[in-house]
């Protein structure tokens, strides 16, 4: 079995990752390379998220802050309060910053047999997946 994912962010890096963990063929096709962006940007996960990858990344520790509550408002204004989850007494999401987990990730993979990479234009996006016969 041969999984074609499109484009290489956060979210394809770790599923090649559990995918290549289980010996299968990964081919990862994009445009453009996240891992050449400074970012600052962060990430709320859950605690059950926090637990897995800081078990994947045992020598790695990846930091995090954790929070009670968080509110999510309408873009562009402060005002209008879109979504609010809060609990008091647990936390229920880590911020996390995500270059250090998209850098991490990908470092774990860019060696693996299983996972090719593979960087072309958006206009030959449709010729490069018909030549892998996907």
């Known amino acids: 079995m041969r999984i074609c994912l499109i484009g ?14 289980k010996n299968i063929a990964v081919d990862i096709v994009y ?8 970012s600052i940007r ?11 990858i800081k ?3 045992k020598k790695n520790k990846i930091t995090s802050w954790s929070s009670k509550k968080i509110k999510i408002y309408v873009e562009k204004s ?3 309060e879109l979504l609010k989850f809060e609990n008091k007494y647990k936390n229920i999401f880590n911020l996390v910053k995500y270059k ?6 990908l470092n774990n993979i860019k060696n693996n047999h299983y996972i090719t990479f593979t960087k072309i ?5 449709y ?3 018909q030549e892998k016969k996907y």
Request: hydrophobic share 40%; no cysteine; charged share 30%.
């Open 55 to 57: 078990k994947v990344t």
């Open 8 to 21: 290489k962010n956060l979210t394809n890096v770790l599923l090649a990752n559990v995918l290549a963990n």
């Open 121 to 125: 234009k958006k206009k030959n996006l």
């Open 78 to 80: 402060e005002k209008k």
């Open 31 to 38: 445009d453009y390379d996240l891992s050449k962006i400074d």
């Open 42 to 52: 962060t990430l709320a996960i859950s605690n059950d998220n926090l637990n897995y």
């Open 100 to 105: 250090e987990i998209y850098d991490f990730f």
């Open 127 to 129: 010729l490069n997946l």
